[in-house]
Every structure is written in C-alpha cells, then in structure tokens.
C-alpha cells in the first residue's frame, strides 16, 4: 500500500489515471476468463440434466440402484457402470498413490543428480501418451499375460481363502476390473508422479537438512518432513489423477469386458460410465436409451463432484487437527 | 528512389500476376461445380467397399462420394433431418417409417457373419454348430466344449473338457443385430429373454468394441466363441465354424453361401426390400447373412446431388463387383439389382 502511494505520486494524474483504466480492464479480462469456466461448467450440467430427464422421470430413483440394462425392452439402471467406473479408480489409486509416492521420493531425495532429469522428463513423456494406445496395448500385451500368469495365481492362493476368496476366484480371463485398474493405474501414475515431485522440490532443504543432522534416515525425512510439509498439494495431485481415472473411457473399455453383469469378483468383466457411454451412443436408436445413457454422463459428473467434495472436507479436517500454523 | 519505383513497379506487375490468377482459380473452380460432391454417412460394416466404390467412381466421372462411418442409428437419424444425400443402416426401416419421412431404401452389397471359436485342436470349417445350439451357448445354458449336445453335431472332432466364454460385441452395431435376429428366429428362449437388436441385453459374455474387439479376445481367451463379420475371421485366421441352415445342410461360409442366401430370400413380397436374411430357405444359403441397405429421400431438395447418388450406386451395383469381391463382401445377385433399378423408377423422383 505504501510503495504503491511512493509510486502514485510521482506520476501525473493523466497517468494514474489510464493505468487504473488498464487494470481495471485486465481486472474484467481476467474475471471474464473465470467467468467461461464457470459458464462452461453449468452449461455442461444444466444440458446433461436436460438429457438424462426423459431417464430420470422414466425411471426415477430406481435408475441409479438397478442393474438393468436392456436396449430391447428399454429398461436400464445405472449400478453397473456406476460401480464399475468406481472399483476401477479405487485399484488404480490404491496402485499409483504408493508407486508415484516412491518415484517422487526418489527423484527429489535418493537419485543422483544427472539422473534426476532425464527420468522426470521420461514420466512426462508418459503423460503425453493418448489413451487409445493404452487400451490396444493393454488388449494386446498387458491382457494375455494377464491371462497366462496373473490370473491363474491369483484365482489359485486368493480365491481359496475363506470371507475374501469371492473377491479374488474366476477364470482367468485377463480382462475384468483388476485388469482395467492396473492399467487406470499406469496412466495415472504420470499425473501423481508430476505433481508429487514439483512440491516435494519445494520443501526448504534447512527443514530436511536439520532432520538428517538429528540422525533421520531418508524415509524419515520423506514421512516426518517432506509429506506433512506439501500435503495440501500431494491430496491436490491424488485427486487429479483420480479424477482422470474416473472419465478414462479408450483404456478401460478394451480391457475391462464391457460386460453389464454385477459381480463380487475383481477377476470378472464389468462395466464403467464413460465405456458404456463411448460404446453404445452412436447406436442408441431410441430416446430413452439415448437419454438413458446421457443420464450416465450426469452421473459420472456428480460422481467426480462428490469425490471432490470429499477430499475439500478431508483437506480442512486435516488442517482443523492440526491446529493453525 | 529510383529502387523505390523499381520495386513498385514489380509490386504492380506481382498484383497483376495475382489477379489472373485468382480470375484463372475462379475459372477452375467453376468448371469443377459440374462435378458433384455427395455425402453419405452410417453403416460402418458397409464403410471399406464404399470407400472403395467411391475412389473408383470419382477416377471414372469426377463425383466425389464423400462417406463417414458414423454408425447405422446416427446415419437414419442424419438422414431424417435431412442433412445428407444418402444414408446407409444395417437394419432396413418399415414401410410406414419410410413413408412417414417420404424415404425410400434398397440394398447394397451382402456380407457374411460367421461365429469363431478358439478350441483346442479346432480348425477354420471343422467345428459344427446349429441354430438352436448356437443360441444355448449364448444364452449360457451350454458352457464346456464336452458338452453332448455340442458332441452330437460333431461326430468326428474331439472336444476338449473347456469353459466356453462368450464373445459379443460392446457397441451397438449391424451385425449384432443380425446374429441376435438370427438367434431369435430359431430360438424362443433367445427372444423371449434378449431378443434382437443392434444392442441386447446379453445373458453371458464379455463384450469387446467392433469387429477387431470381439476378434482380438476370442483370439486370446481358450475356450470362447465370438462372432464377426466374414472378413475378420477371414484377415485373422479365425476358426469360424459351420452353420447348419434352414434347409437341414450343413455349409461352410463363403461368398457362395451368402450369395446363394440372397438369391433364395423372397425379395418379392418384401416391401421397400424391407428383409432380413437370416435363416435364408436355400439348399446352400448361410444362415447369418446380412446386407445394408441406402436410404435416399423420394422427392430430393437437390435434384442435381440426388441424381449423382443414384448413378453412383447404379455404377456401383452394376460394375464394383471386383471391389466388393477383393473386401470379402458378394455382390449382390442380378436379379436383385435388376428389381432394385426398377424399384428406384417407381419409387424416386429423378
């Protein structure tokens, strides 16, 4: 305020006049940016709600609980995919939050210097990779092994135990939900990875310096210090690439059976929302099955809202037990 | 200064250069208005001779036929808000739908679907299926290769104790409408509990996306059995199988078994050619044959497009048999195009 006062009064009137016009006008294009955001985001929600309508009063709250889905007779319900879309995040997260956590960890703390950027820039490459080239190497490379080797194991020593074999025997497919998060999984690392090692750079090194001086080792620096220093931002990266993960369609629709069937087994095919949706709409010859599937988007929309919300609330319960800094 | 009106002067004589040209360009572009350029957009299974057809046509006459796969559901839809000069869907419309959007429809080319399987031991043709098997094998009722109603069919070839895993199709598309209408023709329990459609309520399965899907799976997963369209199994050395037909013979799938099905079908009952031909009355007919049918409107906004269209698909019909044949797909038979040309003069303002 002060040093804006100094400036202000060296100026002529004319000037300081046309300079606050100026701001003033960036002040408008910058709000006007966050404005199309904003208009974007209702725009989207008001006409997929549009759409699903004819759905939701067909069939209304029973649309989301019902396994339905049958284009013949025109029935259909959202379980399915709703469920299949949420499985599939869950593994790939549960398999990339650990995994980029390392690389992170990795490239800011163990990794010799020269090697730090070539392997940062390689996982950004990773990033750029379209989807699609996932889903035919999944369906091509990543499934049969799957098939051959995977599967079988799994289905011989976890499905056999009693409570959670369900969860773990069927045959040995290749293909199926646990297939889909693995690869969910590898597109996702990239996203968690970049974000992980930006803000991991950011913790002052007197903090990690002073650590290792009272004799930590480097895991207790990365659990002590760096995590609780960037943990804001590390939730902030997590729930990217979940929300990645949630509306991935190519990947998942060649490796996950695309089947409209519920079950309890991670080795059996299901569907998600965004497959279902890629899948079926260029031939959804009725309304009600187009509308049907529009109902879906709606779905997967305030499915990702919801999981935002969540992680709003956990990041401010976080902040509330620790007290203010 | 002197350089200055030098290089004005060369300006002037560049912008005059421009000018003819762009008078020469004009020229050129009005000559090429004479050649017309017609869209068509739907079937996707009819896509690669289309393609084909339209490269040859437009070398021959100039005419472009500019046409997007965008699925059969999507190309009636295009159709219907009249944005298109032809459309193209693997399931025909009834009468009254046509009449109703003052439209009129006829076929274009036939094609075969044949179901594969990956067993053990089992070779391209040695497998025998009938309908009704076939249908209990979908429906789930039917799920080891040792199965004795499996058995029964195929005296000769030794089945290995497998899971069967069903194969379908993940989007919505032509050939599974063709396959479910040919389930439900010979099965009561198919219709009654998934019926036809370019998309049905599967009772087993996993699905895989387009031809190349269902062919990449059944190729990897032992033991399932798929469905694709004559070509695929043909390109990825599928061991399709043999079906038995509505005459009681077992046939192999190949351009004469299809064509042999259009031949015998009776397109003289059907109206606007509104028939499906699966579980075709011939001796040696393929029980899963299919065709796509056009769709043009009855009374064009563009006379000059419209004509276009038809002696593109007259050209098409009458000379695009070697295209169609090296693309795996048959011709359609003369007898029909003879009747489709006469349907075109009673039902199309041209």
């Known amino acids: 305020m002060n040093s804006a006062g100094q400036l202000a009064i060296g100026l002529d009137a004319e000037r300081v006049d046309r300079r606050f016009s100026g701001d003033r006008a960036f002040r408008w294009l910058a709000g006007g940016c966050a404005a199309l955001v904003a208009l974007a985001l209702l725009g989207a929600a008001t006409s997929m709600a549009w759409g699903a309508h004819e759905a939701f009063a067909t069939f209304g709250w029973r649309f989301l609980i019902s396994t339905d889905w049958d284009p013949v007779d025109h029935r259909f319900g959202a379980l399915v995919p709703a469920i299949g879309t949420v499985v599939s995040s869950g593994i790939a997260l549960l398999i990339a939050v650990p995994v980029s956590f390392g690389i992170a960890l990795f490239l800011t703390e163990v990794a010799p210097a020269w090697l730090r950027q070539p392997v940062a820039s390689a996982i950004e490459l990773l990033a750029g990779i379209p989807s699609i080239i996932y889903g035919m190497w999944g369906l091509f490379v990543f499934v049969p092994f799957m098939a051959a080797h995977v599967d079988p194991w799994i289905d011989a020593h976890l499905g056999k135990l009693p409570g959670i074999g369900m969860f773990f025997s069927g045959p040995p497919l290749g293909l199926g939900m646990f297939t889909a998060g693995i690869v969910l999984a590898i597109m996702v690392i990239p996203f968690v990875t970049s974000v992980m090692r930006e803000v991991f750079l950011t913790v002052p090194n007197r903090l990690k310096e002073s650590a290792y001086a009272l004799g930590a080792t480097t895991w207790e620096v990365a659990w002590h210090i760096v995590l609780p220093y960037t943990r804001q931002a590390v939730i902030g990266g997590v729930f990217l690439g979940l929300g990645r993960a949630l509306g991935e369609t190519m990947a998942v629709t060649f490796v996950l059976g695309n089947a409209h069937e519920l079950s309890v087994s991670l080795l059996m095919p299901g569907n998600s929302i965004a497959a279902a949706i890629a899948n079926e709409f260029t031939e959804a010859d009725s309304s009600i099955y187009r509308s049907s599937l529009i109902a879906l988007g709606f779905l997967l929309f305030l499915l990702t809202f919801i999981v935002l919300a969540i992680a709003r609330l956990m990041l401010r319960r976080i902040e509330r037990n620790r007290g203010p800094a | ?350």
Request: aromatic share 10%.
């Open chain 2, 1 to 350: 200064m002197l350089n200055c009106i030098g290089s004005n002067r060369i300006g002037s004589k560049r912008i005059g250069f421009i000018a003819r040209a762009a008078v020469l360009a004009a020229i050129a572009t009005a000559g090429a208005a004479h050649a017309t350029d017609i869209t068509g957009a739907g079937s996707t299974f009819v896509y690669p001779v289309l393609a084909k057809w339209s490269a040859a046509y437009s070398e021959k006459t100039g005419n472009r036929v500019n046409y997007q796969s965008i699925g059969s559901g999507a190309g009636i839809a295009q159709i219907k808000a009249g944005t298109l000069d032809f459309g193209a869907s693997d399931k025909p419309l009834a009468a009254d739908e046509l009449k109703q959007s003052g439209l009129g429809q006829f076929p274009l080319v036939i094609g075969g679907i044949v179901p594969v399987a990956n067993v053990e031991g089992v070779r391209a043709g040695q497998l025998k299926l009938d309908g009704a098997t076939l249908a209990r094998i979908f429906l789930g009722e039917i799920s080891n290769w040792n199965d004795p109603a499996i058995a029964a069919l195929n005296s000769g070839l030794k089945l290995p104790n497998a899971r069967i895993t069903v194969v379908h199709r993940s989007d919505g598309s032509g050939t599974t409408f063709n396959f479910t209408n040919y389930l439900s023709k010979i099965s009561p329990t198919w219709k009654a509990k998934a019926g036809e459609g370019t998309a049905v309520n599967w009772p087993s399965g996993i699905g895989g996306k387009g031809n190349e899907g269902v062919a990449a799976f059944v190729k990897q997963i032992r033991g399932s059995i798929g469905y694709v369209e004559y070509a695929y199994a043909l390109q990825n050395g599928m061991a399709y199988a043999q079906l038995k037909n509505a005459a009681g013979q077992y046939v192999q799938p190949d351009a004469q078994s299809f064509a042999a099905a259009a031949d015998t079908a009776d397109w003289s009952r059907a109206q606007d050619f509104n028939l499906i031909m699966t579980n075709a009355p011939g001796e040696q007919a393929w029980p899963i044959t299919a065709t796509t049918w056009a769709i043009l409107y009855e009374q064009p906004k563009d006379a000059q497009r419209s004509k276009t269209a038809f002696d593109f698909f007259k050209w098409s019909l009458e000379n695009g048999q070697t295209q169609a044949q090296s693309l795996d797909y048959v011709p359609l038979p003369k007898s029909l195009v003879e009747r489709i040309e006469s349907y075109w003069q009673t039902q199309f303002e041209q």
